[in-house]
Structure formats: C-alpha cells, structure tokens
C-alpha cells in the first residue's frame, strides 16, 4: 500500500496533467495492492 499526498490523489483521479506519465504510471501499477489516503484530506 501506498499513501497519497492530497494533492497527488487528485491530480492522479482527474488526470492532470501536472502528475507526470512516470508518477500516473508507478501508482496505476500498485492500484491492485492498495492506495491510501489520510482521512483528513478530504476535509482540504
């Protein structure tokens, strides 16, 4: 499992462009074993 800064987890939902191929790529690849995101982002 990985944990997502709040603002990598929208860019990655939304596809922005901003998250380079490289980073879309590593974090589609470990989608299958577990994305994290603290509670409290979305309070942000």
Same mark, same amino acid.
């Given at each position: 499992?990985?944990?997502?800064? #709040? %603002? !990598? $987890?929208?860019? $990655? !939902? %939304?596809g922005d462009p901003?998250? #380079?191929?490289?980073?879309?790529?590593? !974090?589609?690849?470990?989608? #299958?074993?577990?994305?994290? !995101?603290?509670?409290?982002?979305?309070?942000?």
């Open positions: 499992m990985i944990v997502l800064d #709040t %603002h !990598i $987890w929208v860019w $990655w !939902i %939304h901003r998250l #380079t191929q490289d980073y879309y790529d590593y !974090i589609q690849g470990l989608e #299958t074993q577990g994305l994290g !995101i603290r509670d409290n982002s979305f309070y942000k």
